[in-house]
């Protein structure tokens, strides 16, 4: 029921908070709420007015004592200490004479009697002395039975004078030797102290990182800690002590909001337990591992455009295997709810703009499985798709909300909150983001390496996520191993003076602005208000580490005294400091979790570890390098056609002479006429010439027609109806055509298929181990799935036996001595591909010319597109046979269209124009080949469109145009493609 969602306040010293935040039910329906709650219209009105004294206890009742902690209110308090948020009327009656008319208004620091739970008598105060290695949790624990208690011992022993005349002032530091005040508590031989504290999964390993001596890492609960905890994934990949030995914990879904998990969302979580998955990208962590999905794949788009021809991108090195393959699995799965939720409040920007009114003021946002919500800080009307509380503060969209999304969004449209930012995961799997720029000050407190692992977790989401172009963040003291992810908008600094300083200037001149526009920085962005971006700052200060704390301290004045004009944000980190924490505090446990005492929140935390940052940023470094590189051989091969090629089907350079050694009569080359004829007539240069059609010697080609004496029959088979071979499609949408049986794949050809493409792209097979290893599979389970394949592919006609023998039977396995598991005779369009491409260079000419139309016959669109939702991350781990086929599709593509248009034969031309511009969208090689098309056709002004908007003028960042590579600024001018003259004429 919403009601049971919606939380008071404590009065706070910052003005945009989270209002009346918290979880709202899985059901759509949340128009109207069916429960009293404080504050509620029909919530009871307790009379009196004193504020100031300590309740007075009605004899008959017997009661707990609770001070009121920072962010508490009667409902959490209830649902905390009495089982359910609804007995909040029994706590105001009982404080009748401190509540007054206001049972929704708390102070820090108030005494509240609490009802006892029935069966307990009250105890009296008494004493302890502090051992060495006690924290005030621990205490807690023992002395009143609950660890989240240790607010109550803080606050009756403050006035204690400690040995060397010190106070306690941070529940995180106390020393051996104190005394300490335990406050009445109760007890019962009958019934069990009520525990809310979250502990850490039962089979989570404990961080191995020392706690501060002393320390009370423990935090005040906001919900009760679910009955059953799920053991916590592996995280086996090797890393360093201390911050990444911790494993994130597993949060679990609660009985009443259980949904029934998609395929995709099964497989990512078999996936989750692979000892080369990054935890940091997981749980809550997939929204950081979509983001990084979308960027990753635009910088390969941008690798792929500067490719010359002959060449491959540069594949990252093996030690970032782990990252890229979790990005793979888990962010390929994540990315859609991404952009659907950067669509969605892009949307919302857009019809306030359209509507002349301000944004909605969000301060988080709730991703479940079938909805997103947005809690606002102050009530508001959002459009449909959304569907509100009675309250206006929190609206629903439900998973078909895109309909709802108009379908002219402009693609310029602003992102309003560009420092949304996840902060961790509900025990029923909600994912929590907050708006950091609503909440302006953020302090983080609790344990320091969890609370370092979140820091850095916040500037990687900001580096990457879509909402967040155009971000600056200035990390100081804290997160330097994420400034890689992208330079462009993570800076990070030793000391706070320079960053904050500047920080500090740019608020004042972006309040300056909003009050001259009259509007907040959110509605000004969002509307796109006067002639310049507003663009979001975040200071992520580690105060711990940082001596200079003067310049720190004035921003987090102006931004609590401006809030919503400064366009920044800034989150201090200060876990060992003695001063009372500023602003929202997120505080951190020993066991991963995040509380958020305002809202009410307990989650499992997002948390990056130094080395997976460090991944991340290395293999994202490494994206931006545009330098290709050489397309690898296989050394292994010493007969039959792949002793002739390279990965991508080119004829080795020993096999060949260069293109202008015209000595060898015999030797042919499959573009035969002259350069010049060649460049003038298509979009290719004298380097691409040289690259992709030297001189082939007639002995190489009559060894490579030997080396692979059934290639016609096998390309005939292949197009032919009743192939009795089983026939594998990976240059296109993977599918598989088999004589097996059907019903041994049923419900997981997906699955089965990917097995499949894995196997026959092994030219030696795979042993049982490296199987189990691609897949993250046991032994047994690898063998049950092989058997699965065995039986789908049937029986070898050649042979008699199975396509897929045993794998002591098989033919690797006698050679190698070991068990191999290979597929026998079955046709595979890539291995096709690259042997007609292999015949028709070392034929030559217009023989040569008809093999590479053949192969490019064999391609049905981009090479293993269509992978199952989380499948795939083996090519990621492995030689990246995708990109050498990708490079390999454009390279034949750009042979036949020159031929072509140098001969005058347009059509076929433009069909292999074509399709290199379908597989590969970004080449920019297929682009110009297209626009030479287009130019001989006299389709003139298309060319120029495809020129202009499409190479010129392309960007795929969203932001102004790169420069042009050498080779396109040398076909453009030669062909003088953009001569006004010309056009002219």
């Known amino acids: 029921m919403v009601g049971m969602a919606i939380l008071l306040f404590t009065a706070s010293p910052v003005t945009a908070q989270l209002a009346n935040a918290a979880p709202l039910p899985a059901s759509q329906n949340v128009t109207a709420s069916s429960v009293a ?11 009196g007015t004193s504020h100031g004294q300590q309740a007075t206890t009605p004899a008959a009742t017997h009661t707990v004592k609770h001070t009121v902690q920072p962010g508490e209110t009667l409902w959490s308090i209830a649902r905390d200490h009495l089982g359910s948020g609804e007995r909040y009327t029994e706590i105001a009656a009982l404080n009748h004479d401190v509540l007054g008319n206001k049972p929704g208004f708390l102070k820090p620091g108030w005494t509240l009697h609490l009802p006892a739970p029935a069966g307990q008598t009250s105890t009296s105060e008494h004493t302890v002395t502090v051992h060495a290695g006690q924290t005030l949790s621990g205490i807690a624990q023992k002395q009143l039975g609950d660890a989240n208690r240790y607010p109550e011992i803080e606050a009756a022993s403050k006035a204690i004078v400690q040995p060397g005349g010190t106070h306690l002032t941070n529940p995180n530091q106390i020393g051996a030797g104190w005394t300490l005040v335990i406050p009445g508590s109760t007890s019962s031989d009958h ?24 320390s009370a890492p423990a935090t005040p609960p906001a919900v009760p800690a679910p009955t059953h905890q799920a053991p916590a994934p592996k995280a086996t990949h090797e890393t360093p002590a201390p911050s990444q030995t911790h494993s994130t914990p597993t949060p679990t879904q609660s009985a009443d909001q259980q949904t029934v998990p998609h395929e995709a969302q099964l497989d990512q979580q078999h996936a989750s337990s692979a000892p080369w998955m990054l935890t940091g990208l997981t749980g809550a962590g997939a929204i950081l591992a979509g983001s990084a999905w979308l960027t990753l794949r635009r910088r390969r788009r941008t690798q792929f455009r500067a490719r010359r021809p002959g060449r491959t991108i540069a594949v990252p090195e093996p030690e970032l295997a782990p990252v890229e393959k979790t990005i793979t699995v888990v962010g390929a799965t994540s990315a859609p709810t991404v952009e659907q939720m950067d669509t969605l409040l892009r949307s919302l920007a857009a019809h306030a703009t359209d509507a002349g009114l301000a ?60 420092l949304l930012v996840t902060i961790g995961s509900s025990d029923d799997d909600r994912v929590w983001l907050l708006n950091c720029e609503d909440l302006a000050a953020i302090n983080l407190t609790g344990d320091a390496t969890y609370a370092r692992d979140f820091a850095r977790y916040l500037a990687a989401e900001l580096a990457l996520n879509p909402w967040s172009a155009g971000v600056t963040v200035d990390c100081i003291g804290v997160a330097s191993e994420v400034a890689g992810l992208n330079p462009e908008r993570v800076r990070y600094h030793d000391a706070s003076g320079d960053a904050a300083a500047e920080a500090v200037a740019d608020a004042v001149a972006m309040i300056d602005r909003a009050e001259a526009q009259q509007v907040d920085v959110a509605t000004g962005r969002g509307s796109k208000a006067d002639d310049d971006v507003w663009p979001a700052r975040l200071l992520l200060v580690d105060a711990d580490r940082t001596a200079d704390r003067k310049v720190v301290d004035q921003l987090l004045d102006l931004v609590e005294q401006h809030s919503g004009k400064t366009g920044t944000a800034i989150v201090v980190s200060a876990t060992q400091s003695e001063e009372p924490p500023t602003g929202t505090v997120l505080n951190l446990s020993s066991t991963g979790r995040l509380t958020m005492p305002r809202a009410g929140l307990d989650l499992v935390a997002v948390g990056l570890t130094a080395d997976e940052a460090k991944g991340c940023a290395t293999l994202f470094a490494n994206s931006e390098v545009l330098d290709d590189v050489e397309i690898p051989v296989d050394k292994d091969a010493t007969d039959g056609w792949r002793s002739f090629t390279n990965e991508a089907g080119a004829l080795r350079e020993e096999h060949t002479k260069p293109r202008e050694d015209r000595d060898d009569e015999t030797a042919e080359s499959v573009l035969d006429a002259e350069d010049a004829d060649y460049v003038a ?97 046991t032994e047994g389970r690898a063998r049950s799935d092989i058997k699965m394949v065995r039986d789908w592919l049937g029986v070898n006609p050649r042979t008699g036996k199975k396509h897929l023998p045993n794998a002591r039977e098989s033919a690797a396995a006698k050679c190698r001595g070991v068990g191999v598991y290979e597929v026998e005779d079955i046709l595979v369009d890539i291995d096709l591909f690259r042997r007609l491409r292999a015949r028709g260079e070392a034929r ?43 490079a390999a599709i454009v390279d034949v593509a750009h042979m036949v269209t020159t031929s072509c248009l140098e001969s005058g034969d347009l059509v076929r031309a433009r069909a292999a124009a074509e399709i290199a511009t379908a597989v590969a969208p970004d080449s920019e090689i297929a682009k110009l080949d297209l626009v030479a098309v287009f130019e001989a056709e006299g389709h003139r002004a298309d060319a120029e469109r495809i020129l202009r908007d499409e190479v010129c003028n392309r960007s795929d960042d969203g932001g102004a145009p790169v420069e042009l590579s050498e080779r396109t600024e040398a076909i453009i001018r030669n062909h003088e493609w953009l001569n006004p003259d010309r056009a002219a004429s």
């Not at 049905?860 to 990246?880: I, K, S």
Request: glycine letters at 8%; a negative charge.
């Open 37 to 47: 709650h404080p504050g509620s219209k029909s919530a009871p009105q307790a009379k």
């Open 191 to 214: 019934v069990k102290p009520v525990i809310t504290k979250h502990t850490a999964p039962k089979h989570a390993p404990a961080p191995k990182h020392s706690a501060p001596k002393h």
């Open 359 to 418: 944004l909605p003021p969000v301060a988080a946002v709730e991703l479940g499985t079938t909805q997103i919500v947005v809690h606002l800080s102050s009530p508001s009307s959002l459009p449909e798709p959304w569907e509100g509380t009675d309250d206006r503060l929190h609206w629903v969209c439900p998973a078909d909300g895109l309909a709802g999304v108009p379908a002219d969004l402009d693609q310029d449209q602003p992102a309003p909150y560009p």
């Open 681 to 777: 007539a298509a979009a290719t240069t004298e380097e691409d010439l040289k690259a992709l059609a030297p001189q082939v010697p007639a002995q190489v080609r009559a060894d490579i027609e030997a080396a692979d004496p059934t290639l016609d029959d096998d390309v005939t088979a292949w197009f032919n109806d009743d192939c009795p071979l089983p026939r594998l499609t990976l240059l296109g949408p993977i599918h598989a055509r088999t004589h097996g049986s059907a019903v041994a794949v049923a419900k997981r050809k997906p699955y089965a298929t990917e097995l499949l493409a894995y196997l026959a792209t092994r030219p030696y097979g795979a042993t049982p181990a490296q199987l189990a290893e691609a897949f993250d599979l």
């Open 844 to 886: 030559g000419g217009s023989e040569g010319i008809a093999d590479l139309l053949r192969a490019l016959q064999l391609v049905d669109g981009r090479p293993f597109d269509q992978m199952r939702p989380g499948g795939g991350e083996w090519l990621a781990g492995g030689d990246r046979i995708d990109h050498h086929m990708n």
